[in-house]
């Protein structure tokens, strides 16, 4: 993610869906599908009311899973389009 190291970011639950913060950007991005999302206006509302919008996929996501045995296994996603530039 730009270069921020997102192995150091926190996790949050970002209404219902668990996300890592960059810790140089705060950017929260999900860890099932790599949807990069913020806080912006809902401005068909009146007032105005705060919600969660979507930037898209912005980062690669890989499944991972703890076996039996307590190994962590990792499946890479290696598809073209996971992310807009191969990340």
């Known amino acids: 993610h730009h270069g921020g190291p997102l192995a150091l970011g926190d ?15 705060h950017y929260k991005i999900s860890l099932a599908d790599g949807e990069g999302l913020y806080e912006g206006l809902d401005m068909t509302c009146r ?17 991972a899973r703890i076996g039996g045995d307590g190994r962590l296994a990792i499946r890479l996603n290696a598809a073209p389009d996971a992310a807009p530039d191969g990340r």
Do not use: M
Request: hydrophobic share 30%.
């Open 11 to 25: 996790l949050e639950d970002v209404h219902g869906t668990l996300c890592v913060v960059c810790p140089w950007h």
């Open 47 to 63: 007032p105005p009311k705060t919600t969660w919008k979507s930037k898209g996929v912005k980062q690669r996501a890989h499944a």
